[in-house]
């Protein structure tokens, strides 16, 4: 089964900066996209930033820049850089994996992680 565990959120100010890491297990590291969603209170949950080894990396326009998504497939893990944070950065980070080549297939989730930005 697909299992995913991520780390490195807490508190930061504005400006900082803030790793966050997935941990991944139950699949192959290129056979499936993995992403960093996040969902800020009263809002849904948006993307941040996704990987692929076919497509490369997309990035949310909030945060084209600052964020920097990577990935080590020696170690199946995914991380995400945060620079230049600001406070509408505030949110509950989760890492997701989903199947590549697999149409009806969803994303699969981890408990998440929270970031908070002060100003």
């Known amino acids: 089964a697909v299992q995913l565990a991520e780390s490195g959120g807490g508190s930061a100010q504005a400006g900082g900066s803030l790793r966050l890491s997935c941990a991944a297990s139950g699949f192959a590291p290129n056979s499936y996209s993995m992403g960093w969603f996040r969902r800020a209170p009263g809002k849904e949950r948006e993307v941040v930033a996704t990987t692929d080894s076919d497509s490369g990396t997309t990035y949310a326009d909030s945060v084209k820049g600052r964020f920097t998504i990577s990935k080590d497939n020696s170690q199946n893990t995914l991380y995400l850089q945060m620079n230049s944070l600001k406070p509408e950065d505030t949110a509950m980070y989760y890492c997701?994996?989903?199947?590549?080549?697999?149409?009806?297939?969803?994303?699969?989730w981890g408990p998440g992680t929270q970031v908070t930005v002060s100003s």
């Open positions: 997701a994996a989903r199947r590549r080549y697999c149409t009806y297939c969803s994303w699969n």
